[in-house]
T-cell receptor, first 115, second 106 residues
Framework: DAGVIQSPRHEVTEMGQEVTLRCKPI?????LFWYRQTMMRGLELLIY????????DSGMPEDRFSAKMPNASFSTLKIQPSEPRDSAVYFC?????????????FGPGTRLTVL | GEDVEQSLFLSVREGDSSVINCTYT??????LYWYKQEPGAGLQLLTY?????DMKQDQRLTVLLNKKDKHLSLRIADTQTGDSAIYFC??????FGAGTRLTVKP
């Protein structure tokens, strides 16, 4: 397996534009997580899905953020409209709850810059 | 309050031991984890400890768990410049600490 795949790796956009980040989890993993990482706040859990269903979205900052998982192999995180304070690295991770110690596998991240 | 807490920065000299500390709130956690993030990359599992253990050693790494105080620590012996990274503590309910940035000075 290629691991968790994220696209794009880098995104530069202007304030007010819509941004869509994409993630393909490892095949067979039932859990999918979206995280945001900044220097000031560290790593923050935004939302996670189990079997394509959102379980906990309490970390989503505000209504400008939305996440979907239309099938087991694809998820999106959308920001509309984007703001400079959304600049961060966004990670997607997946996990297989049947593994003995519930390890999460992380993608390489998408570095988002909002000008 | 946060589920998992750790300090954000630690600086040590090459050859010294590093100790990264973490506190957590999920008392039902079966496993507790340490992840490592190297510059420009995602997180990778470094080590984990089962909740019925007090200590786990793996080469230069020692994990100590105090369940009563809900305190987890990671000790890196003979710290090398290649150990410079961000280290994340995580509990079994899939919550991560904010990460401790370890800087190793030559």
């Amino acid at each position: 397996d290629a691991g968790v795949i994220q696209s794009p790796r880098h995104e530069v956009t202007e304030m007010g534009q819509e941004v869509t980040l994409r993630c393909k989890p490892i095949s067979g993993h039932d859990y999918l997580f979206w995280y945001r990482q900044t220097m000031m706040r560290g790593l923050e859990l935004l939302i996670y899905f189990n079997n394509n269903v959102p379980i906990d979205d309490s970390g989503m900052p505000e209504d400008r953020f939305s996440a979907k998982m239309p099938n087991a192999s694809f998820s999106t995180l959308k920001i509309q409209p984007s703001e400079p304070r959304d600049s961060a690295v966004y990670f997607c991770a997946s996990a297989d709850p049947m593994r003995p110690h519930n390890e999460q596998f992380f993608g390489p991240g998408t570095r988002l810059t909002v000008l | 309050g946060e589920d998992v807490e750790q300090s954000l920065f630690l600086s040590v000299r090459e050859g010294d031991s590093s100790v990264i500390n973490c506190t957590y709130t999920d008392s039902s956690s079966t496993y507790l984890y340490w992840y490592k993030q190297e510059p420009g990359a995602g997180l990778q599992l470094l080590t984990y400890i089962f909740s019925n253990m007090d200590m786990k050693q793996d080469q230069r790494l020692t994990v100590l768990l105090n369940k009563k105080d809900k305190h987890l620590s990671l000790r890196i012996a003979d710290t090398q410049t290649g150990d410079s990274a961000i280290y994340f503590c995580a509990s079994n309910d899939m919550r991560f600490g904010a990460g401790t940035r370890l800087t190793v000075k030559p």
